[in-house]
């Protein structure tokens, strides 16, 4: 019996040590990443402590945009936008603290204060005493704190479904928990859990391309970006937005797909209440990337809103 159970044990044992190895995914080359996404006109700059993956493209002397992805994106989501306005305006996008090619930052610190402190370095080393910020999602926060923060630096605002209202049953200024599954994040991706969170993102899920799921994979195996996105869960706190938006100076856009199913439209009466100059663009039949989805059309209120 006892010679039985240790049988069963050590076959049990090599069971679970090949499913490991068989969902083990280890991080991709760093070079090999940079020679399929970093391709000009991208560049790398140190700023704060961090090798910041950005593209800056339009006539150095146009007013200035500067674009913010969103959680578990990249640069690479703005640049149909890019190509529509780098005719008239200076567009620079980055790689946030640990994403894409920018990676992990090095003081493990994934805080809005810190992105704040890597905004205002960046402006600073690129010459620009003021900037239009574009912010999408987790970027839009990102955006609307920095303006709270250094309204002297910020020209307009434009806020792309940003996030930073409090979800239904989650409190403001409390730790974020981090769900057990999650936390193998670092060892595995599973290719079918991120099509359906990218997915997600979208109206239409037809109107995510191969091109975008490889890419955004990829990239998630960058050297030590899946670490980063669980220590940037585990260490986020959200504020109470109101008393901070009401410190915004700069006049700003809200753009909204109205079937946006990461974070509802609705959540635009919430800014609008808070801010003291909004506007809100609402987009029929666009989900929670219209700078993805529908880039053409959507370009229109942008570029209307940036030349009033």
């Known amino acids: 019996m006892r010679r039985a159970m240790m049988i069963l044990a050590g076959l049990l044992l090599v069971l679970i040590l090949g499913a490991g ?19 000009p006109p991208s560049a ?4 704060a402590g961090l090798r910041l993956h950005l593209r800056d493209t339009g006539p150095r002397d146009a007013p200035a945009l500067l674009m913010l992805h969103g959680f578990g994106a ?5 640049e149909d936008w890019a190509a529509g306005l780098e005719a008239d305006y200076r567009v620079i996008r980055i790689d946030l603290p640990g994403f894409g090619l920018t ?11 810190r992105a704040h402190a890597v905004l205002l370095a960046l402006l600073d080393r690129l010459g620009l005493p ?16 920095f303006a709270a923060a250094h309204p002297d630096r910020v020209a307009k605002l434009v806020l792309v479904s940003p ?35 990218l997915a ?14 490889q890419r955004s994979y990829e990239l998630m195996l960058a050297p030590g970006v899946r670490q980063a996105v669980l220590d940037r869960m585990a260490g986020h706190v959200l504020p109470d937005p ?67």
Do not use: C, K
């Open 21 to 39: 190895a068989w969902l083990y995914t280890p991080d991709r080359p760093r070079a090999a990443l940079e020679a399929a996404y970093a391709t």
């Open 74 to 78: 990249s640069l690479h989501t703005w």
């Open 200 to 213: 997600a993102a979208y109206a239409d899920p037809a109107r995510m391309t191969a091109e975008v799921e």
């Open 242 to 308: 109101v008393p901070l938006l009401g410190r915004i100076t700069a006049p700003t856009l809200l753009l909204w797909g109205e079937r946006d199913g990461m974070i509802p439209v609705t959540n635009a009466q919430d800014y609008l209440a808070a801010l003291p100059d909004a506007t809100l663009v609402t987009l029929p039949g666009i989900g929670h990337v219209p700078q993805e989805e529908a880039p053409r059309e959507t370009l229109v209120p942008l570029r209307d809103f940036l030349m009033r």
């Open 130 to 145: 003021r900037a239009t910020l574009i912010g999408s999602s987790m970027g839009g926060r990102i955006a609307w704190g």
């Open 163 to 197: 996030d930073g209202f409090a979800s239904p049953g989650s409190d403001y200024g409390r730790r974020a928990s981090v769900p057990l599954l999650m936390r193998v994040l670092p060892y595995t991706l599973p290719r079918g859990m991120l099509r359906g969170t």
């Open 44 to 47: 790398f700059l140190d700023v």
């Open 103 to 113: 990676g992990a930052d090095p003081s493990g610190d994934y805080s809005d204060a």
